[in-house]
């Protein structure tokens, strides 16, 4: 239950001026989470050796939050045997939206006998949507545990710094 609570904290921390952030979450019903003293964390979606989504200052504000709400609650990173495995992967998808206008200029309606003009005009975009799941797995089995994913719409600043 301490890792759910953490991981649920540090979300807020992370995306707590975000309105627009949609979150999943999803846990096995029969785990006792106060079982659980160590923790290691582990990121996926790597590219050669380097995350594709997060970038390095992300990843260590990511580890810094992440550690210290684990430890102040009694749990410590242990690398070699620990309790709960802590996966993070970050990835991107692209939505594509459409948005159409219709104007209408003449006299008395478009259905008028006195003419007019109607115009339909249909515009294609591309939304990037970043995502962070983070799952806590039995180290051993390698079993799900609990996965929360969070959703947000890129901005076009985060879009640009994406693309640098």
């Not at 991107?92 to 109607?118: K, L, V, W």
Request: neutral net charge; aromatic residues 10%; charged residues 25%.
């Amino acid at each position: 239950m301490k890792s759910k609570i953490v991981i649920l904290i540090s979300f807020m921390l992370l995306f707590g001026s975000c309105s627009s952030v949609k979150m999943y979450s999803d846990q096995k019903a029969d785990v006792d989470y106060s079982e659980f003293n160590s923790y290691q964390i582990e990121y996926e979606n790597n590219i050669g050796g380097v995350n594709q989504y997060m970038n390095e200052l992300n990843k260590n504000r990511f580890d810094n939050s992440l550690n210290n709400l684990l430890t102040s609650r009694g749990m410590t990173n242990s690398t070699t045997d620990p309790d709960i495995l802590i996966k993070v992967v970050t990835d991107m998808s692209t939505q594509t939206n459409y948005n159409t206008t219709h104007s209408n200029f003449g006299m008395m309606g478009r259905r008028s006998i006195y003419g007019g003009r109607i115009s339909s005009d249909t515009r294609e975009y591309d939304t990037n949507i970043g995502h962070i799941t983070i799952s806590l797995h039995d180290p051993q089995s390698k079993e799900l545990l609990w996965y929360t994913t969070v959703e947000k719409e890129l901005s076009r600043e985060e879009r640009i710094l994406r693309k640098k």
